[in-house]
């Protein structure tokens, strides 16, 4: 908000700094007086309010950013899983550079023909599609499926878009013991798909198993 104040003959310039506070004085502008200007982020008849600018929609931020508030001015910041520096944002690179599990014989109801192995897998971002499934499991299942011996499932849960890369417990079932080996993995929700950091398994015939 910009305003004029008028001023004596004695004061036609901006010398005697004859602006208030969250204003920027202009002189010349006028023949009987100099130009009060409200600074960025500021209005009102002496520039005394902050503006929104987030609530008013004047803010630069990306679409996947989010706008905080602040005294005279505003922040920028991108929501997960993008990154940047809020005015510029870009997909996180696990969610675009990762690798396909779709095999059939991975998802938890295929009943095991022949014990397969995943100590060789990774160290990768992987996604599960196709027929292997959408997901890891984050209930025991049985073992003896995923054409594996012990079963491999998420403990813990998967996490919120907001939640960025996290660390979750792999367990592998076998027989009555649902958590009779573990390892740690890292885990992205990507919105409408998840991804998992894999890096083999502590043993063989242990197998990351998918379900829908």
């Given at each position: ?12 310039s901006?010398?005697s ?5 969250n204003?920027?004085?202009l ?6 007086g100099?130009?009060?200007?409200c600074?960025?982020?500021?209005s009102?008849?002496q520039c ?9 929609g004047?803010h630069?931020?990306?679409s ?10 505003y922040?920028c ?36 023909v022949k ?14 599609q196709?027929?292997a499934?959408?997901?890891?499991p984050t209930?025991?299942p049985?073992?003896r499926?995923?054409n ?6 998420l403990?813990?849960g998967h996490p919120?878009?907001?939640d960025g ?9 076998w027989?009555?013991?649902?958590c ?15 991804v ?17």
């Amino acid at each position: 908000m910009s305003r004029n104040r008028a001023i004596s003959s004695s004061q036609n310039s901006c010398s005697s700094n004859p602006c208030l506070h969250n204003e920027t004085c202009l002189n010349g502008f006028t023949a009987t007086g100099y130009f009060c200007e409200c600074q960025d982020g500021y209005s009102g008849e002496q520039c005394e309010k902050d503006i929104d600018e987030c609530v008013s929609g004047v803010h630069d931020c990306h679409s996947s950013a989010s706008c905080t508030n602040t005294v005279g001015s505003y922040k920028c910041s991108c929501d997960q899983p993008y990154i940047g520096d809020g005015k510029t944002c870009k997909m996180t690179s696990e969610c675009q550079n990762y690798k396909r599990l779709t095999s059939g014989d991975r998802k938890v109801t295929y009943s095991t023909v022949k014990y397969k192995c995943d100590s060789s897998l990774g160290p990768n971002w992987y996604r599960f599609q196709g027929s292997a499934g959408t997901k890891m499991p984050t209930l025991c299942p049985k073992s003896r499926r995923c054409n594996t011996a012990q079963t491999g499932w998420l403990s813990g849960g998967h996490p919120k878009v907001a939640d960025g890369k996290v660390i979750r417990k792999v367990c592998f079932h076998w027989n009555s013991n649902c958590c009779n080996l573990h390892t740690n993995i890292q885990v992205r929700n990507c919105g409408s798909f998840y991804v998992y950091f894999l890096s083999g398994t502590p043993g063989c015939n242990l197998r990351y198993c998918g379900s829908n």
